[in-house]
């Protein structure tokens, strides 16, 4: 079983527990509040379903239909995330509202309290398992559900804060404000998920750091050839893949050539080999004298 695969599965388990846990604090305490942190979680598990789906489609090989890979799959997963996290903030809302027009009564149990307090220990525990696991395998679907987790424990805290406060001074309102606070800041983190998911698909370039790291690799590996210009980078998933037209003298030979771009293309990969490098070859009167210049 590989790593992103085995993560997946584990989220599945915890946000289960979890779900289970803030259940039986909304349960025990009755607060609207604790209920909108329930009705996330359960979204929590549903997002981790389809995250495991994505991630296990994303790990089949290239074929005849997809001859690319099935990478993409990942990004479709966290938009889908993004859309469920927007929804369960619309759902608080309305509970928040109906909060607003009909006071309740909080019950004073320091078990509830204790049982949410625990989830977002777990939850915390395993946003930071899932993020930086998730960007070291380049997993969109497993950093999206981390992210998702991390708005999770925050909003979490402010509600057990709030609550205790509310207990004490007897302020009946505040336990449908902070249900509202915890919908700011789900649609915030659903926004910001759908934003990242969206450039995904529409094939963003590589960050400027890694596009320069990648042109100096080429600067470094490609003697023999004059320049190699039209550099063009995208993501798939994990998968970093990478053109650019290469300018050989016209007298070299194809043999010449493959040798540089076999040479090439082990450079680019030998920190990542997850790249995809493709490298078309020119003859010099096709020279731009832009782009690397091969000294």
Known sequence: ??????????????????????????????????????????????TAVVALL???ISAKPADANHPFGHHKIEYFSAVLEGVMIIIAALLIVREA????LHPRELAVVPEGLLANGFASIINAAWAWVLITRGRRVRSPALVADGRH????VISSLGILLGLVLSLFMKWQFLDPALALMVAATILWSGWGVLRESAGGLLDEAVPEATLSGIRRTIADHAAGALEAHDIRTRHAGRVTFIE????????????????????????LRADDDDRRVTIHVEPEDKAKHSGIVVV
């Open 97 to 100: 509202y109906d909060g607003f």
């Open 54 to 56: 994505a991630v296990r």
């Open 1 to 46: 079983m590989n790593k992103p695969l085995s993560f997946a599965i584990g989220s599945i388990l915890v946000s289960v527990s979890v779900l289970a846990l803030k259940s039986l604090a909304y349960w025990l305490t009755g607060s609207i509040a604790l209920y909108s942190d329930a009705l996330e979680s359960i979204v929590n598990v549903v």
């Open 244 to 267: 650019f037209h290469l300018v050989v003298p016209g007298q070299m030979t194809v043999s010449e050539a493959h040798r540089i771009c076999d040479r090439l293309e082990a450079a």
């Open 149 to 152: 987790l991390l708005t999770d």
